[in-house]
């Protein structure tokens, strides 16, 4: 059975730390791996990675995916109060997304 | 910036009636999709559409659910006869073709009573 898996489940930081979020997938006819960031309601997209150790990054985000290994990561450096969300890891499967659980980030001033 | 939007943001419903949520994805979009996610739980795939037909569909999707794209715009999932168990945030995704990323709505909070 295909599944995702997102660990920690939560993750309790002071603003300024530097956090990382794990990935870790067993999906057959992998396509891309995308990193959604989810605070109220829509999950809102940060990556898609496609390619092994290829790093993508956006601002203090950034994210690497590992294809022999079958895992990503994200990590988010000097976290702000505006971090705080729930982050899913979802793997695109022929045409579907499989998400994990997601990671709940708390960032407190 | 073009986004996806869904309309009603929360629906109340009574159990064993229909109810329909709307969709507009963006517009130059050409894959449409489901998902829903119950409270405290995993974001779940529900279907695909594109070309206007059905590409993939979980085992969550019975008879009891259907999609249709009645016009250039909008996309639409109906639920025939609602369940409690049906009771859940239900979001509406497009992207643009084949390895883009896909785009959610804010989502439509049904609640089956």
């Known amino acids: 059975e295909d599944k995702v898996v997102q660990s920690p489940l939560s993750l309790v930081v002071h603003e300024g730390d530097t956090v990382t979020l794990n990935c870790s997938y067993e999906?057959?006819?992998?396509?891309?791996l995308l990193w959604y960031k989810q605070e109220k309601k829509a999950p809102t997209f940060l990556f898609m990675l496609?390619?092994?150790?290829i790093e993508k990054k956006s601002g203090r985000l950034s994210s690497i995916l590992d294809k022999k290994e079958l895992f990503s990561i994200l990590n988010i450096t000097a976290t702000q109060t505006g971090d705080s969300a729930v982050y899913l890891c979802a793997v695109r499967n022929t045409d579907k997304l499989i998400f994990g659980t997601g990671t709940r980030l708390q960032v407190f001033p | 910036e073009p986004e996806v939007t869904q309309t009603p943001s929360h629906q109340v419903t009574q159990m064993g009636q229909e109810v329909i949520l709307r969709c507009v994805p963006i517009s130059n979009h050409l894959y449409f999709y489901w998902y829903r996610q119950i409270l405290g739980q995993k974001v779940e795939f529900l279907v695909s559409f594109y070309n206007n037909e059905i590409s993939e569909k979980s085992e969550i999707f019975d008879d009891q659910f259907s999609v249709e794209r009645p016009d250039g715009s909008n996309f639409t999932l109906k639920i025939r006869s609602t369940k409690l168990e049906d009771s859940a945030m239900y979001f509406c995704?497009?992207?643009?073709?084949?390895?883009?990323?896909?785009?959610f709505g804010q989502g439509t909070r049904l609640t089956v009573v």
């Open positions: 999906v057959t006819n992998f396509r891309s």
């Open positions: 995704a497009s992207r643009r073709q084949v390895n883009t990323e896909a785009f």
């Open positions: 496609t390619s092994s150790g």
